[in-house]
């Protein structure tokens, strides 16, 4: 059920005020209320620019929720693959067909209901699958295990090897790898993950992931909240732009999602 009825009694207007402000019948918007009428895209825009919120939202569709019904083993890996690997057989028509399925489970995501969402994202996966029979040497074991080491590379503390920062950093990500070393592929494949979808650091995801499976998370977030107050205090002008560019990054995901 999407959110219309919620987000107008929210702003407390009425049916009949908000079709004003749309320029739009109330009993049309009562129909899109109750889910009668399905408004097309270009309708749910309009509203969702109103109410200054993404459609996705005003649609009721967790994006998150559906993304994590994929399986990221299928899906991320085997299409950075096809694009990172040296193949001189890449067929051109593989590649404009993955983008156009790309897009339309993207689009779907935003746009559709959770049915055809899922029904685009299982054509995207099938594709894929396929596409790994064309990559005989693709090997998804080495290949997540590999990126798991850039991600160890760019999260190592660089600065005075001795300090106590670089000793604690060390032995986290340390622990982070003996767990993996152990069997651990959910973690791994965790903080590969948040890696390319949102550039997390490997100890930010890791202390997401200790979170969410309810462990201890002293001693990882108290980490994290002095290596940030020593970033702050060696370089506050640095530490000052990278926070501000963040910022205006969410924002413009903010908008891209409208």
Known sequence: MNRLKELRQKNNLTLKQLGQKLNMLDST???YETGKRNPKIEVWQKIADFFDIPVSYLRGIDADEI??????NKLSPLGLSFYEKENSNKDESLEATEIQ???DMLNSILYSEKS????????????LSKLKDKI????????????LNDVVAEDCWDSTPNSDLATINHELIREVLKRVENGNKELRNYI???????SSDMLESYLEYKKKHKEDITEVKAY???SEKEFK????????????????KIVENDESKK
Do not use: G
Not at 116 to 127: G, S, V
Not at 137 to 146: G, K
Not at 192 to 197: D, Q
């Open 29 to 31: 918007l009562s129909q």
């Open 67 to 72: 993304i994590e019904q994929v399986d990221f």
């Open 101 to 103: 399925l790309h897009e």
């Open 116 to 127: 055809l969402a899922l029904e685009n994202m299982n054509k995207y996966i099938e594709f």
């Open 136 to 147: 005989t040497t693709f090997d998804n074991e080495e290949f997540l295990n590999s990126y």
């Open 192 to 198: 590969v993950k948040k890696f390319i979808y949102d």
């Open 224 to 226: 994290l909240n002095k």
């Open 233 to 248: 205090k060696q370089d506050p002008k640095l530490y000052n732009l990278l926070n501000s560019v963040k910022n205006t």
